[in-house]
Nanobody
Framework: QGQLMESGGGLVQPGGSLRLSCAAS????????GAWYRQAPGKERERVAA???????NYAESVKGRFTISMNRADNTMYLQMNSLEAEDTAVYLC???????WGQGTQVTVSS
């Protein structure tokens, strides 16, 4: 079935940036729609961004203009560039290969001064 592993989370100040990585093994990631989700305590899981095999992207309204999703076929890795981070972006971020039903374990992003 393959697996996904997120990395790149951490602690950042408001207004800062992080780049999250989601490395796939055992399958071709770009053959599926890829998506980033986030979940914070007491809140529902939210789909942050998605990218189709054709490269079409979409974003949650709350992150439009600040986050960019991309897929690198050479290293079989999906990325989420996160700019102008806000406290409300604090969450565990998870990646998914939607068509394969494969999920990563998550990486913590904390935005705090």
């Amino acid at each position: 079935q393959g697996q996904l592993m997120e990395s790149g989370g951490g602690l950042v100040q408001p207004g800062g940036s992080l780049r999250l990585s989601c490395a796939a093994s055992g399958f071709i990631f770009s053959s599926s729609t890829g998506a980033w989700y986030r979940q914070a305590p007491g809140k529902e899981r939210e789909r942050v961004a998605a990218i189709t095999p054709a490269g079409v992207t979409n974003y949650a309204e709350s992150v439009k203009g600040r986050f960019t999703i991309s897929m690198n076929r050479a290293d079989n890795t999906m990325y989420l560039q996160m700019n102008s981070l806000e406290a409300e972006d604090t969450a565990v971020y998870l990646c998914s290969a939607v068509g394969f039903g494969v999920w990563g374990q998550g990486t913590q992003v904390t935005v705090s001064s």
